[in-house]
């Protein structure tokens, strides 16, 4: 129950994180369109409305600079058919001057536009009957007095329109310019903030990843372990102790060296449980576990192979010293054990059998030792080291 709750909030944990990440990328992408629009409307908004104004703005400059030359050539003019041709021109100059800043009134503008295209207007108006007076002088040949209106009236009032659309023209690059830099900032800000949440995004997503990997592997250690380990003692398991025996034989035979297993029974562990039941039982036989660990070496396996049965494998030990593990675990196993507020004495028969005088395969070697244990516990004594006359005997017994 506790595992399913413990799996169930990683799973949580993880899909959670997976909806940040989708989350930022969704943000990301959001980020990103929207900037897209901002920059299409100011790229449409300088192409189609500033540049246009410019050029308009242009277009009025120019065509009032022409008109002020094609009225000089009106007034100097002596031909009739030449001047006529050049008044026809004047005229056509002064519609195209009137088209370019009606479409320019036709945009969108700012105050300091429409103000400045309502000087323009003014001044136009203001200097419309001088330049007809001139046209008008320069058609009937007064040479005396349509250089002086040209001079003293017609001039200086072009000169204000021309400045006056100087500074649109000045006023509409500015613009212009300032739309870029606000592009340009508006840039730089998506780029950073898109930045920010792809690197958060990707640092979340390798965090995720890293998380599963980790749990992953936690899961994968935990199942091995339990595949290969008893649960209740955590010792080898069977699977694992015939593994580590088929080494242990196979390293015997490539270096010629010897092992021996000493194959152990509790004395009188069913009247244990049935007389203080199960829960007692598995204290006693997970006491016993720690016991067979803390009086063996790091470098031997301790196993059990089920019920009270447990087996050890001594590496590159002579049965002398074997011997001396065997009075040692008989020792440890003898002390009382203090469970349940109860003192409880336990008892072992242990069998001895070595490689490669007693067998040279798992098989064997587990048998053998399994008949000098019965044998020790037939004869009420800790252990006994196989021998063929004990298997001989033990036949007869059966």
Do not use: W
């Not at 009032?64 to 050539?73: D, G, P, T, V």
């Not at 001057?97 to 009134?105: G, I, S």
Request: charged share 25%; hydrophobic share 40%; aromatic share 6%.
């Amino acid at each position: 129950m506790k595992t399913q709750t413990s799996t169930h909030g990683i799973r949580s944990r993880i899909h959670f994180g997976f909806f940040i990440v989708a989350l930022l990328m969704v943000a990301l992408t959001f980020v990103g369109l929207k900037h897209m629009a901002q920059v299409n409307t100011q790229i449409k908004n300088i192409v189609e409305n500033n540049n246009v104004k410019i050029e308009l703005g242009h277009v009025m400059k120019n065509t009032l600079h022409e008109r002020a030359l094609s009225m000089h050539s009106v007034a100097v003019l002596r031909d009739e058919f030449l001047q006529d041709e050049e008044f026809m021109h004047f005229n056509r100059l002064g519609a195209k001057y009137v088209q370019a800043r009606q479409k320019l009134e036709s945009l969108s503008l700012t105050d300091n536009e429409e103000m400045i295209l309502d000087k323009i207007k003014t001044l136009t108006k203001e200097t419309q009957p001088y330049v007809q007076e001139v046209i008008q002088l320069g058609l009937e040949s007064n040479d005396d007095a349509i250089f002086d209106k040209i001079r003293d009236l017609a001039i200086p009032n072009q000169r204000l329109i021309a400045e006056q659309l100087q500074t649109l023209v000045d006023l509409q690059q500015d613009q212009a310019k300032i739309a870029l830099e606000e592009e340009e900032s508006s840039y730089q800000n998506a780029r950073t903030l898109m930045l920010l949440l792809g690197g958060l995004a990707t640092i979340l997503a390798i965090l995720i990843a890293y998380f599963v990997s980790r749990h992953v592997t936690k899961q994968a250690n935990l199942l091995e372990h339990k595949a290969l380990h008893d649960e209740l003692t955590g010792l080898a398991n069977r699977l694992l102790f015939h593994d580590r025996l088929q080494t242990s034989i196979m390293r015997g035979q490539r270096q010629a060296m010897f092992f021996s297993t000493i194959l152990l029974d509790l004395d009188g562990f069913k009247m244990i449980n049935d007389t203080l039941g199960h829960n007692i039982g598995d204290l006693v036989l997970k006491e016993v576990a720690r016991r067979l660990k803390n009086n063996v070496r790091k470098t031997d396996t301790v196993a059990r192979l089920g019920g009270d049965e447990f087996v050890i494998i001594f590496e590159s030990l002579e049965r002398d010293r074997v011997i001396q593990f065997a009075d040692k675990i008989e020792r440890a196993i003898a002390e009382p054990f203090l469970l349940g507020g109860k003192k409880i004495d336990v008892g072992v028969s242990m069998g001895i059998a070595s490689y490669p005088e007693n067998g040279q395969d798992c098989e064997t070697l587990v048998n053998r030792a399994d008949i000098a244990m019965y044998a020790a516990k037939r004869n009420n004594v800790p252990y006994i080291c196989y021998t063929d006359d004990i298997k001989s005997s033990n036949l007869k017994a059966m």
